[in-house]
Nanobody, 121 residues
Framework: QVQLVESGGGLVQSGGSLRLSCAAS????????MVWYRQAPGNQRELVAD???????NYADSVKGRFTISRDTAKDTVYLQMNSLKPEDTAVYYC???????????????WGQGTQVTVSS
């Protein structure tokens, strides 16, 4: 089993910043990808940013230049630094981690519980 614990959400004014964290624990041999998604009321869940084991990252066009994804491999933790926040960034943010339980095992995918980010205008 792999558990994810998210933290860092909250209420911030437009133009402000927040930093989300997601720590993975449990039976983890390797992590291949760490992803942040978000879902606003009435909308589908959308990918915000991801970072792969080699260090490469991708961002949704709507957050490029404002958000930065990073990771601490020693702590199996992924971060999302969010700057210049806009009201349209308001959503529940979820982290998702994919990897392997053991060298010869299958792959796992785990989800965090979600953390609310609210940006006031």
């Amino acid at each position: 089993q792999v558990q994810l614990v998210e933290s860092g959400g909250g209420l911030v004014q437009s133009g402000g910043s927040l930093r989300l964290s997601c720590a993975a624990s449990g039976s983890i041999f390797s992590i291949h990808v760490m992803v942040w998604y978000r879902q606003a009321p009435g909308n589908q869940r959308e990918l915000v940013a991801d970072i792969r084991s080699g260090g490469s990252s991708n961002y949704a066009d709507s957050v490029k230049g404002r958000f930065t994804i990073s990771r601490d491999t020693a702590k199996d933790t992924v971060y999302l630094q969010m700057n210049s926040l806009k009201p349209e960034d308001t959503a529940v943010y979820y982290c998702n981690v994919g990897g392997k339980y053991a060298r010869d095992s299958g792959f796992f995918t785990a989800w965090g519980q979600g953390t609310q980010v609210t940006v006031s205008s």
